[in-house]
């Protein structure tokens, strides 16, 4: 699935050099590469945009991980908090939508996984679902979802949702969360 993921990229790639954009459907994701023709942009490498649902293991795999493996490794996870945290999450899951394209996505999706394995946290308790540049993914995953800023992380309990982290932490990741399972009152940044 890799070889085939990676292949397709690189097709996509080269086949895109005189189109704005080209979307390569895979069997769980739509990558899209974005030309820019500025000069501003010619020393950053342009990494697919990646839209649908997808897993732990794309985001961290290459291409991405150019992003997500220096992210992931130097996070300093509270340990205290999230002791905290772990009692809270048993009936706890989440829903991320990130845009592979976004630096803030690119900087708190990795520290929220690093997170949920010093936690020991299954997988299967989380969703993520990556965006395109307008916030949108091919099969519109994202509405009703009222999703205005990425990284969005929404936190359900018992299936409903009970709040979320929008583009960044108000503190930390960590204390946000424990707020946010602790019933506390928690607005995040966007909150009116």
């Not at 999703?147 to 359900?156: G, K």
């Not at 949702?161 to 932490?169: A, H, L, M, Q, W």
């Amino acid at each position: 699935m890799k070889k085939i993921l990676y292949i397709l990229v690189i097709v996509t790639f080269f086949a895109c050099k005189n189109e704005k954009k080209e979307t390569v459907p895979t069997t769980e994701t739509t990558a899209t590469t974005d030309k820019n023709d500025s000069d501003e942009m010619e020393d950053e490498e342009e990494l697919p945009i990646l839209t649908g649902v997808q897993t732990r293991e794309t985001i961290s795999a290459a291409p991405y991980d150019s992003w997500f493996a220096p992210t992931y490794s130097t996070y300093p996870v509270d340990k205290e908090i999230t002791a905290e945290i772990q009692t809270l999450f048993a009936d706890i899951t989440v829903k991320i939508f990130m845009g592979t394209w976004c630096e803030d996505s690119q900087r708190e999706v990795p520290h929220f996984y690093k997170i949920l394995d010093v936690m020991n946290i299954s997988k299967e308790k989380v969703e993520l679902i990556t965006l395109d540049e307008e916030k949108e993914t091919p099969k519109h995953l994202e509405d009703g979802f009222n999703i205005t800023n990425v990284p969005t992380f929404i936190f359900y309990r018992n299936g409903k949702e009970i709040n979320r982290i929008v583009e960044s932490p108000v503190d930390t990741l960590e204390e946000d969360i424990l707020t946010i399972l602790s019933g506390d009152d928690y607005k995040h940044s966007y909150a009116e």
